[in-house]
């Protein structure tokens, strides 16, 4: 797409009001453009539509109007979470109108240098670390993305002073068509978001979107123990950084087995010890992994290494990412609503030594969920399923010998449903146990956002 400022006097539709298309259909109103918002929903559940329509933006709620994509359109700029399959986004690519997410519209002026952050599971504990990072160092970090803040709010902000530090879903990538990062980094990849994607095949190319159009001058930080991101490797043109928790590397940053030290390696046969692993202020293996994924962003972004090891001490997680919640009785409460597929539950039942009861279940994308089985077998004491997925989760359950399965079956809302789910967990624990949240799926089903199932249970620990 062209700059925003190219588009004075030209049709532009937006999809989908929420953060990112308020403040995508403001810029393009600021520069001129003919703006037209459209959103499905019902205009009693889109309270951004009054303030649009007053600064003289088109709003238009409910439905799709057959009209509203034609030739005379320049460009449409989509909500990441709408599927390309629905008839404006049809109807554009039928008729060569160029439609992207606000990513790609916010990298058209953005002043700043980027660091780019993607993944299945880790990004917004990645992207905090790293802006943390940056901020310890002064190197003025704007945080944005899908961490929660619209990146085309965030960019008229900074300047060539600035770091933007952003944080990518393959929703978000996957609209892009210039978008290039000055540092690229590419956490991991699990099966999920199928529902969108159709294939794992289109889920990883729209991930590595993100190294698409780097260039020798900008670097690709890789996860050199994913199977997927080694693939990716030989293909890219920018200058490799690599971070591994299994493997000693020449240049890069890794866990070091015989040390239990996080370890930064220069390429110049020089390697320096950051931390010991033990020092850090989060639980769990796959947390070192993140940990060194920011590492390796902040060490290329010119960040000292006294510096990351003082925040990574410092730094306990981030709210639903295996946050405390209560200790009761001896029985600590911990909040993994942000545990959206099966590969982040078990990274979160396996950051414990003690016995776990694990609350799980939510949307159903169409998955087995027999990854569980292994963990289920080894890790979990007692399980309270809910949501779509509850009968299958409780199948895995039972097939790995769990004695202790409860589901939630009549429940006057979610906020009972996991009301309901606690005090059954907390009735199965013992001094000692760990009670956790990690659904392993989605939470459409039930919640507006994995954010409002968190808080739910939190507020439910508070309560027993």
Not at 316 to 327: S, T
Not at 424 to 453: H, K, N, T
């Amino acid at each position: 797409m062209k700059h925003p400022r190219d588009y004075r006097g030209l049709e532009v539709i937006v999809l989908g009001l929420a953060r990112s298309g308020v403040a995508a259909a403001k810029l393009f109103h600021q520069k001129g453009a003919l703006v037209t918002v459209n959103d499905k929903k019902e205009r009693s559940a889109c309270p951004e539509a009054d303030e649009l329509e007053a600064l003289g933006i088109s709003v238009v709620c409910g439905f799709h109007p057959e009209s509203l994509v034609h030739e005379g359109v320049s460009l449409v700029v989509k909500n990441p979470g709408i599927p390309y399959s629905v008839d404006p986004i049809r109807k554009a690519e039928e008729l060569g109108i160029e439609v992207v997410t606000e990513v790609e519209v916010a990298y058209q002026f953005c002043e700043a240098p980027i660091i780019g952050i993607t993944g299945s599971n880790g990004k917004t504990t990645t992207t905090t670390l790293i802006g943390l990072m940056l901020d310890a160092a002064g190197l003025k970090p704007v945080v944005a993305g899908n961490i929660g803040r619209a990146l085309t709010e965030a960019t008229p902000e900074v300047t060539a002073e600035n770091w933007m530090v952003v944080e990518l879903s393959s929703f978000q990538l996957k609209g892009t068509t210039a978008f290039r990062p000055n540092i690229g980094l590419f956490l991991n990849v699990y099966e999920t978001h199928l529902d969108y994607h159709g294939s794992m095949d289109d889920y990883i190319a729209s991930k590595a979107k993100i190294f698409e159009n780097q260039t020798e001058a900008d670097t690709a930080i890789l996860n050199w123990d994913d199977e997927v991101c080694r693939r990716l490797m030989p293909s890219l043109k920018a200058k490799q950084f690599h971070f591994s928790l299994k493997e000693k590397l020449a240049y890069g940053v890794y866990l070091d087995a015989e040390t239990d030290c996080l370890v930064y390696a220069n390429g110049q046969n020089s390697v320096q010890s950051i931390m010991s692993a033990s020092e850090m202020g989060m639980p769990g293996s796959f947390n070192i992994g993140n940990a060194l994924a920011a590492a390796a962003a902040a060490i290329t972004a010119g960040v000292a290494l006294p510096v990351i090891a003082d925040v990574l001490r410092n730094f306990h997680g981030v709210e639903h990412r295996l946050e405390l919640v209560r200790v009761l009785d001896g029985v600590t409460f911990y909040n993994n609503s942000k545990a959206t597929n099966s590969a982040a539950t078990v990274n979160s039942i396996e950051a414990f030594d003690q016995s776990v009861v694990l609350i799980a279940g939510g949307l159903d994308r169409g998955s087995d969920y027999m990854e569980l089985l292994p963990t289920f077998r080894e890790r979990i004491k007692g399980i309270v399923t809910i949501g779509q997925t509850k009968e299958k989760i409780k199948h895995i359950a039972e097939l790995a010998g769990i004695s202790k399965v409860q589901t939630v079956d009549t429940a006057k809302d979610a906020a009972d449903a996991v009301s309901q789910a606690v005090q059954l967990a907390w009735q199965m624990s013992e001094q000692g146990d760990i009670v956790l949240l990690s659904p392993a799926c989605a939470s459409w089903d039930m919640f507006p956002s994995y954010e409002d199932r968190g808080r739910m249970f939190k507020e439910s620990v508070h309560n027993l």
